[in-house]
């Protein structure tokens, strides 16, 4: 991967893919679900007049599965286009948690901004958007894996705040897509975002440039402009990542000598992520 200045984040790629499949344009800037629809019947209505209502119905199921994608890319579009580019080790050691951690209400009262694309590798995904609705207090991922040369598949998880704080609460129903799913996958996905908006939340996350607002009061006027068409991208964790591949290095040039001498002094301990990582 090239220095972060050259370096084209994936979601442009995702925002080029899907341009021409939703009128993003005509959504309002703090979109809902319900906003999504209105859009979708608008256009039909003016597409086919009278049996706007009948193609409706008959494709409902495949419109249904759009409309949490279509909400996620436009708040993200509109809500300063935040990416949080992870350093591929810090990213394998996220996933690697305990499935358990969840957030704290503080935590998600005070995101950096309240729409955001996490990058990161993970089974065949490349990143997730991540929001939360306050005025409803719910929460969508849309997590995206690649299809072909330039398509994505899209998975929209949408369920109440609620049940991410405290103590993960994924017994009831999940609504992927606008579909009722509870497939292990879809739980499996949720614990593995979590991970990473717990980090992206504690107060010494290593965030460059710095744009979370986790140790104030989030400010009446956004830090972020929300209105921007450019990809904002912070990096995330590159100075441990840079630590963690020197130390690994250091440690297979000296496992030999190690082992013929039967332990070496003053060895460094391999640099980990705190507990305090994942605590407000």
Known sequence: ??????????????????????????????????????????????????????????????????????TALQRFTTHGRQTYLFDDDLSTLLSEQSRETALERYALDHLPVDTFFVERKWHDSVGFIFTYIASSDFVLITDFTRQGKSGFVKKSIYLEADRLIKTLDLSGEIYVNGIIDKKDDVVELIFNAMQYIIYLTAINAEIEPVTKQAITKRPIAPAINEYSNKTQISTVGYRFGNEYRRHKRRSAEQSSSVSHSGGGKGTKKTPHIRRSHFHS
């Open 1 to 70: 991967m090239g220095s972060k200045q050259q370096y084209s984040p994936v979601i442009n790629e995702i925002l080029k893919a899907e341009r021409n499949k939703y009128p993003l344009s005509d959504l309002p800037y703090d979109c809902k679900v319900d906003d999504v629809i209105d859009v979708v019947v608008r256009q039909l209505k003016k597409d086919y007049g009278a049996e706007a209502q009948q193609v409706y119905y008959k494709n409902e199921e495949a419109i249904t599965l759009q409309i949490l994608p279509a």
